[in-house]
């Protein structure tokens, strides 16, 4: 059996209180993982090409307020 064969057969044994912190918990894990994805692309200057394309749209008035 594998880890996650594993896993997958605790989370089917968890309760529903324990079930509702173990989303909780996926969701904080994974927004920490974006979080850090986009901070290294930011520092790597993979984004700098969307932000310019952004700030030029901008100028030229293809842009609105939400």
């Known amino acids: 059996m594998t880890k996650l064969e594993d896993i997958e057969k605790a989370i089917a044994r968890l309760s529903a209180e324990d079930l509702v912190k173990l989303r909780a918990w996926l969701e904080d894990f994974e927004g920490r993982a ?16 969307l932000a310019a394309e952004a700030l030029a749209d901008h ?3 293809r842009s609105r307020r939400l």
């Open 59 to 61: 100028r030229a008035g």
């Open 34 to 49: 974006l979080d850090e994805k986009i901070e290294r692309d930011a520092k790597s200057g993979r984004l700098d090409n």
